[in-house]
């Protein structure tokens, strides 16, 4: 896991609020993707896409993955909805801090893996649905 940024409580950005400049960003980042297609020799270009579809397949791998059951993932995303709607919020007030950690963590070793760069902090792929050893 990566320490917390010195000054700095949230992890993106770097003024006093959150993360700002997605365009500028996602050009960049369409630039990283057409050189390494291109160094693989992939001819096509890049489908189109947007920022939110890297949400989406968040959502879609770790529910189908069973990283974290789905009430964790809604926290996550800061949704309201399912258990924590209507009068089961007015009563749950629980933030599921240490799933939603553990939930990331899991992601973030199996996106790792995913791209060749295992480290020896990565939790391996052959856990049972929730990350349990």
Known sequence: MIGRRKGRDLVFGQRAGGFSGWSKAKAELDGRIASARKKAGIKDPMPPWRPHDLRRSFVTHVKESGIAQPHIVEAILNHVSGHLAGVAGVYN????????????ETWGARVTELVGARSAKCTPWGRDKFGEA
């Open 93 to 104: 007030k629980a933030l599921y801090l240490a799933e939603r950690r553990k939930a990331l």
